[in-house]
């Protein structure tokens, strides 16, 4: 059974910088043709790719977030870590991660976290 | 990036009917395109993959066809469980999403 589920703080302050963590279980992080995407959702708002991270550490990232994103990971501890610097009120979503599967046929989200609302406010 | 545009944005429709929602993108990718659904406060759920692949679990009456730069969702017979927003994707783009009301 594939489960993954988001984890980090729910508010911040303009400025500070965002951590989040996606546990993944089902299956690993090494697996071939599989990766881990962090997408949001601000409310009322249709979603958005943040970035991926691809089994084979391939990885990319939003155009216009580009500079204030990284997403690392450590298979040993089937997790996947989303960092996004100098955090402003207008990145106030809910925070989704999601498995990605791709190959030549295919790229697509088949399993998502529950998500988690992050809210920046002073 | 790919933009993705779906039109109506937004639809009124009654049990039984027959919906459709097009996605188009601005350049062909083959037929990496994805449906999901998605409910007010939940997350998005994968209906249809590689443009016109039913994922499992998903009901038959959900059905998706095209290829190039335009794409179809069908709902051959609404269900009080479809009423949702629906969100075309291909590969690191979404669409803008179709909400899909009681009439």
């Known amino acids: 059974q594939v489960t993954l589920k988001e984890s980090g703080p729910v508010l911040l302050k303009p400025t500070e910088t965002l951590t989040l963590t996606c546990t993944v279980s089902g299956f690993s992080l090494s697996d071939t043709g599989m990766g881990v995407s962090w997408i949001r959702q601000p409310p009322g708002k249709a979603l958005e790719l943040l970035g991926y991270?691809?089994?084979?550490?391939?990885?990319g990232y939003s155009t216009s977030l580009r500079g204030r994103l990284t997403i690392s990971k450590d298979t040993s501890k089937d997790q996947v870590v989303l960092t996004m610097t100098n955090m402003d009120p207008v990145d106030t979503a809910t925070y989704y991660c999601?498995?990605?599967?791709?190959?030549?046929?295919?790229?697509?989200?088949?399993?998502w976290g529950p998500g988690t609302l992050v809210t920046v406010s002073s | 990036d790919i933009q993705l545009t779906q039109s109506p944005s937004f639809l009124s429709a009654s049990v039984g009917d027959r919906v459709t929602i097009t996605c188009r993108a601005s350049l062909a990718v083959s037929t990496y395109l994805a449906w999901y659904q998605q409910k007010p406060g939940k997350a998005p759920k994968l209906l249809i993959h590689s443009a016109s692949t039913l994922e499992s679990g998903v009901p038959s009456r959900f059905s998706g066809s095209g290829s190039g730069t335009e794409f179809t969702l069908t709902i051959s017979s609404l269900q009080p469980e479809d009423f949702a927003t629906y969100y075309c994707q291909q590969l690191n783009s979404f669409g803008p999403g179709t909400k899909v009301d009681i009439k």
């Open positions: 991270l691809f089994s084979n550490d391939e990885d």
């Open positions: 999601a498995r990605v599967r791709h190959d030549f046929l295919t790229y697509h989200y088949d399993y």
